[in-house]
């Protein structure tokens, strides 16, 4: 009598990865559900509805770029580049299944000590939404935000250890005043609501980690950065509430900015020193940005979205230096000497 061979593939259990897809077709995801899809179902949802004002205020669609990983989790990636406002604008989610090794596990209980040092490898999972818009306009400033949410679970999905991180920054070419205040004013109101120790403590994060050494400078005029929150900072349900009203204020923070700068005149001068500011901003990014650095690390990594941040042109100019008493001057005056704005 003969048999169909067996395949193994069937004969193994399911992932995660595969009983978090069910559920999710079953069942969709509610307020029951465990955080991971939480976070993913909001960075969705934020991700289409910032493409969608983007669009409107551009006046261009975004290409839109999904794909899935072999295990486990997905990616789409919007990008915009050469519209009539922005020159390269990019929104990008990304959710991963993996697993820790042990010598990553070890590394990670630095900071959250509920990991068990005794494993040897462990299951994780990984969401983040990212976005990064460079204008074409060099009185409209760059900006930048990550938020993400990291989880350690055991074989079954049960939950082991959680963080969040994240974080918003401003960086122009040509300063102005009353936009760095609207910026840090509207960031400053969504912390608040939680925590008014956020704000200060998050704001001076920001100033430390976008620093360029090499250049003795920040890469923007800051905003808010963090890492590592967990039940040691404030329980799940508040800091993913934190993350969901930090997500809420970005259009509020930036869209009226570019709105008022986009079509403000300007000459070759103010292109070139637009340009020269944004090769300081890929130093940052391929030199000290851990997240950069880790993705470009990470066996499998899609390239291409990893680089949505890097503009689309820069310049490296030979010792070039802004002439004394000029905007260009006092641009590089707060860089090096970072402000407080509210």
């Excluded at 306009?137 to 989880?151: D, G, K, L, Q």
């Excluded at 808010?224 to 900072?233: G, T, Y």
Aim: net charge negative; hydrophobic share 35%.
């Amino acid at each position: 009598m003969l048999t169909s061979p067996i395949d193994p593939e069937r004969t193994e259990a399911p992932t995660i990865a595969d009983r978090d897809s069910r559920s999710k077709r079953e069942s969709g995801v509610t307020a029951s559900s465990p955080m991971r899809l939480r976070m993913e179902a909001l960075i969705k949802e934020k991700q289409r509805e910032i493409v969608s004002a983007l669009e409107t205020l551009d006046g261009t669609k975004f290409r839109v770029d999904t794909w899935s990983r072999p295990t486990g989790g997905d990616g789409i990636s919007c990008v915009l580049q050469d519209g009539k406002v922005f020159e390269k604008a990019g929104v990008n989610v990304s959710t991963v299944y993996g697993t820790l090794p042990r010598p990553a596990i070890q590394k990670m209980r630095v900071n959250h000590k509920a990991l068990d040092p005794g494993l040897t490898s462990l299951e994780f999972f990984a969401a983040g939404l990212s976005c990064v818009l460079h204008p074409h306009n060099p009185n409209a400033p760059t900006v930048h935000f990550n938020y993400r949410y990291f989880e350690t679970m055991d074989k079954d999905g049960e939950e082991k250890a959680w963080w969040f991180g994240g974080g918003t920054d401003l960086t122009p070419s040509y300063l102005f005043d009353e936009d760095t205040i609207h910026f840090h004013r509207t960031i400053k109101d969504a912390c608040d609501k939680h925590d008014r120790a956020y704000y200060p403590r998050f704001k001076a994060w920001c100033d430390r980690y976008f620093h360029i050494p090499h250049r003795g400078e920040t890469r923007g005029v800051g905003g808010i950065f963090f890492d590592d929150l967990d039940e040691e900072e404030k329980d799940q349900e508040q800091l993913f509430s934190f993350i969901q009203d930090c997500l809420a204020a970005f259009l509020p923070s930036y869209v009226p900015i570019v709105e008022k700068r986009k079509d403000m005149p300007f000459g070759e001068r103010e292109k070139e020193w637009q340009q020269v500011r944004r090769g300081r901003y890929v130093e940052f990014n391929l030199v000290h940005d851990r997240g950069t650095s880790f993705g470009l690390a990470t066996p499998g990594a899609r390239v291409e979205s990893i680089l949505m941040s890097l503009p689309l042109t820069a310049r490296w100019m030979y010792m070039h230096e802004p002439e004394m008493g000029s905007r260009e001057e006092r641009l590089v005056g707060v860089l090096k000497k970072p402000a407080e704005w509210v």
